[in-house]
């Protein structure tokens, strides 16, 4: 097997809350091999755990024939309520296991919208052949199309990792302009400040110098007042004698 392309040989999706298998999907056939029951109960025990993934390699005994023996490979995941597991050749990568689980989990979701609790393996059972056909479709074209998966998943994460450096860039350039906006607020507060502190000094100057000259002027006149009245006053008593 381990020189043949990627093959699905089945899935099962199972209830989490009581591990009840809803439904099991048979994919390709195995050629002079038969999947043993044991198998597809260890997978049912794996969905354990809510909102997990995991990929291994499952040893197994054929059921038609116990001693030969064969490697495969096995990809899980689980949602809130629901398991899905696969069963493949042991040349499906984890990448491909785990996009055939989420085209399941689609595929699942889409055609039952009830909570899974009154889900049965009687309501399920219309499950099966949509799900044989995604299985047997993956298997024709798992290595090409998984490519192609990978490389539009590359591709936009390249893009979206280009975008987000760019939007660092113009993030980085913005916070250096409004810091040298803000600097130059700064400045320009702290020069109005020292502006209005030398306006409100020199009008302090201004009216000191202004008033200074009044009292200069009065007392100049005053004192010129008292001189006339004085010698006016000397006059007076001298000529009175």
């Known amino acids: 097997m381990s020189n043949e392309k990627p093959k699905v040989f089945g899935a099962v999706v199972v209830r989490l809350a009581d591990r009840m298998m809803l439904s099991k999907v048979m994919g390709v056939s195995c050629e002079g091999f038969t999947i043993p029951s044991t198998a597809w109960a260890d997978l049912v025990s794996r969905c354990g755990a809510p909102h997990f993934r995991t990929s291994a390699f499952l040893q197994v005994a054929s059921d038609a024939s116990p001693s030969q023996e064969v490697q495969l490979s096995y990809h899980i995941m689980t949602d809130e309520a629901l398991g899905y597991a696969v069963l493949c050749t042991k040349s499906m990568s984890r990448r491909e296991g785990h996009a055939v689980l989420d085209d399941l989990s689609v595929l699942f979701n889409k055609m039952f919208v009830e909570n899974a609790a009154k ?108 001189m006339v009245f004085f010698v006016f006053l000397i006059n007076k008593v001298i000529l009175g004698f």
Do not use: C, M, Y
Request: glycine fraction near 6%; charge should be neutral; hydrophobic fraction near 40%.
């Open 119 to 226: 889900l049965n393996p009687k309501t399920v059972e219309v499950f099966t052949q949509p799900a044989r056909d995604l299985l047997i479709k993956t298997s024709a074209g798992a290595s090409d199309g998984t490519q192609d998966k990978v490389r539009q998943v590359k591709q936009a994460v390249d893009e979206a990792k280009n975008l987000a450096l760019d939007n660092v860039d113009k993030a980085i350039q913005r916070s250096k302009r409004i810091d040298d906006i803000v600097h130059a607020s700064d400045d320009l507060q702290f020069q109005a400040q020292g502006f209005q502190r030398s306006s409100r000094e020199l009008s302090d100057q201004i009216w000191w110098n202004s008033v200074r000259g009044k009292l200069i002027i009065g007392g100049t006149a005053v004192v010129f007042l008292l």
